[in-house]
């Protein structure tokens, strides 16, 4: 698995990695060839997510959901999943 980080700061909270590490784990237990570009903004994360191929899309964003779901967290969805093979959320901090 392939993460590329834009503009974090070289010390996270705890919570912070702690979310991550568990994010990174369901998305390599799915697919372990994908590719993950996080970029932090001042009020949120933008999580680009490309599958090694387009059939685990289904099966990555449902875990995804699962996840957050447990979590109580809302994701912002991408609405162009199927036709650009990426899936792309945004997380408020």
Same mark, same amino acid.
């Given at each position: 698995?392939?993460?590329?980080?834009?503009?974090?700061?070289?010390?996270?909270?705890?919570?912070?990695?702690?979310?991550?590490?568990?994010?990174?784990?369901?998305?390599?237990?799915?697919?372990? =060839? $994908? +590719?993950?570009?996080?970029?932090?903004?001042?009020? !949120?994360?933008?999580?680009? &997510?490309?599958?090694?191929?387009?059939?685990?899309?289904?099966?990555?964003?449902?875990?995804?959901?699962?996840?957050?779901?447990?979590?109580?967290?809302?994701?912002? =969805? $991408? +609405?162009?999943?199927?036709?650009?093979?990426?899936? !792309?959320?945004?997380?408020? &901090?």
């Amino acid at each position: 698995m392939e993460i590329v980080k834009r503009f974090f700061p070289e010390i996270m909270q705890d919570n912070d990695e702690n979310y991550f590490r568990h994010c990174f784990a369901i998305i390599e237990s799915v697919d372990e =060839l $994908s +590719k993950i570009e996080i970029t932090k903004n001042p009020h !949120s994360y933008n999580f680009r &997510i490309v599958t090694s191929l387009p059939k685990y899309n289904s099966m990555l964003l449902e875990e995804l959901l699962k996840f957050h779901t447990l979590l109580g967290i809302h994701l912002n =969805l $991408s +609405k162009s999943i199927k036709s650009s093979s990426t899936i !792309s959320f945004e997380l408020a &901090i």
